[in-house]
T-cell receptor
């Protein structure tokens, strides 16, 4: 199994509070991604990183920011959580560009009340 | 964007039965993966198969890229095969070379004794 650890695994937070989710990898892969999974929408890309300090937006990036200060860590921050951000969040990694397999972490279930 | 459709949406099997899951995609792709999401929510890599045929134990997959479909075969199904099977394709290459996975809607499989 790919060495990907997400923390926390479960979190309940209140509307308006900031929340940070962490993804840690031990594979030294260059690319890291954050997806969210919602019923009826499948998994959708929030943000991704293609190197330390190199990040860009995905298709559902509003309300989220990311940071990558080290190869192994990719943080997802909800600046002010809303109920619409209740979801399961998955981190993924891939080794190189284009023709490469992606591996997913265990997921973080976030509930915003 | 690319459309990914999976069929059937739901499937109930008796243990020991065989099944075929289908993934159709609307445009050419750079790669394709099959995942199993188990009842605990974990996404497990099954196949990385942009074209051709691969086998892994009781599972095999075939992708015919020119005709824009992929098939996942499950033989001698077991209760542990239950869960959701996702097909995911890469059509869009992101800034910096990362891959955006576009997921299908999934096939919910239940294997009964």
């Amino acid at each position: 199994d790919a060495g990907i650890t997400q923390s926390p695994r479960h979190k309940v937070t209140e509307t308006g509070t900031p929340v940070t989710l962490r993804c840690h990898q031990t594979e030294n892969h260059r690319y890291m991604y954050w997806y969210r999974q919602d019923p009826g929408h499948g998994l959708r890309l929030i943000h991704y990183s293609y190197g330390v300090k190199d990040t860009d937006k995905g298709e559902v990036s509003d309300g989220y920011s990311v940071s990558r200060s080290k190869t192994e860590d990719f943080l997802l921050t909800l600046e002010s959580a809303t109920s619409s951000q209740t979801s399961v969040y998955f981190c993924a990694i891939s080794e190189s560009a284009v023709n490469t397999e992606a591996f997913f972490g265990q997921g973080t279930r976030l509930t915003v009340v | 964007g690319i459309q990914v459709e999976q069929s059937p949406p739901d499937l109930i099997l008796q243990e020991g039965a065989n099944s075929t899951l289908r993934c159709n995609f609307s445009d050419s792709v750079n790669n394709l993966q099959w995942f199993h999401q188990n009842p605990w929510g974990q996404l497990i890599n099954l196949f990385y198969i942009p074209s051709g045929t691969k086998q892994n134990g009781r599972l095999s997959a075939t992708t015919v890229a020119t005709e824009r479909y992929s098939l996942l075969y499950i033989s001698s199904s077991q209760t542990t095969d239950s869960g959701v099977y996702f097909c995911a394709v890469v059509r869009e290459i992101l800034t910096g070379g990362g891959n955006k996975l576009t997921f299908g809607t999934g096939t919910q499989l239940k294997v009964e004794l």
